[in-house]
């Protein structure tokens, strides 16, 4: 009922930036929440940004100042700018979007994943 794409990944060197999309596609009756979160090798996966219909937005702390998140909701889609990447930024990115769909189910439904690399 609802599909979700995600692109933008890479290779960047410290200091690059990196833009990822995510866009969902479907029977969308609403999003309530919209965001990244990321997940490195025998870590947790952890929330990066998050974005609210109300357009209040949560940041994780070690991203603050250098990544923004943005959305176009005519096109269901989400950003995230990520600026000033560290090695320690390297992790798979996942996007998600808490949709209320078919039959007025709410539910998140989660992208594939984009393996970001930072590195010299």
């Known amino acids: 009922q609802v599909s979700v794409v995600e692109s933008g990944g890479g290779l960047v060197q410290p200091g690059g930036s990196l833009r990822l999309s995510c866009a969902a596609s479907?029977?969308?009756?609403?999003?309530?929440?919209m965001g990244w979160y990321r997940q490195s090798p025998g870590k947790e996966r952890e929330l990066v940004a998050r974005?609210?219909?109300?357009?209040?937005?949560n940041y994780a702390e070690s991203v603050k100042g250098r990544f923004l998140i943005s959305r176009d909701n005519a096109k269901n889609t989400v950003y995230l700018q990520m600026n000033s990447l560290k090695p320690e930024d390297s992790a798979v990115y996942y996007c998600y979007f808490d949709v209320t769909t078919a039959g007025w189910t709410r539910r998140d439904y989660w992208g594939q994943g984009t393996q970001v690399t930072v590195s010299s």
């Open positions: 479907g029977i969308i009756f609403g999003i309530s929440v």
């Open positions: 974005m609210y219909n109300s357009g209040n937005t």
